[in-house]
C-alpha cells in the first residue's frame, strides 16, 4: 500500500511524503535494528524482541508484522493478530509505534488502515486494540478512523510474580 500525501498550508507547499506498507516475511538486520529504534518509544519496561523472537511473530500464522517506510526506512510497525474463536475471527492491533521524527505524516493511520482491511480479507467483523490514554494524538487517531471506546473492563494478571 501507498499514501501519497500532499498540500498548501498557509500559502505554503506541503512536501509530498509516500508512506509504504508492507508486511514483513522475513527478519533482516534491517527490520531488528528497526525494532531495536521503535520499541523504546513504545514501552521503557520492554526491551526490543531478539531476532529470534522477531522470526517467531513474523512466522506465525495468527500475526502479521506490518511496517512502514517513509523515504525508504522503516519508521513504524504495528502487529495484527487474527485468530478463531468460537464466536467467529478475532483481530487485535498490538503494539503501533511510529517513530517521532515520522509522526505527522500519516504513517500511524497508514499501518491502521492496511491493518484493518487485511483484518477484514482474514474473515474478521470487528478489530480490537487498547491504548493508554496518554497517547492522546493516538487515541484521537483511532477515534478518526472510526474504532469506538468499548464499554468493558480490561483485566491483566501479571504471570511474572
Known sequence: MRRTFAGRKRGRIVLV???TIEIATEVTDELVGAFAHLVP???KSSPPPTATELD?????????VLIARLDGAIVGTLTLVTFRIPTGVRAWIEDVVVDGSARGHGVGEALNQFAL???GENGAKTVDLTSRPSR????RLYQRIGFVARDT????FSLDD
Open 56 to 64: 517467531e511473530m513474523v512466522s506465525a500464522a495468527a500475526s502479521d
Open 41 to 43: 518509544q513504545l514501552s
Open 136 to 139: 492522546e494524538a493516538a487515541n
Open 17 to 19: 511524503v509516500t508512506v
Open 117 to 119: 482491511r487485511l483484518a
Open 153 to 156: 473492563n480490561v483485566y491483566r
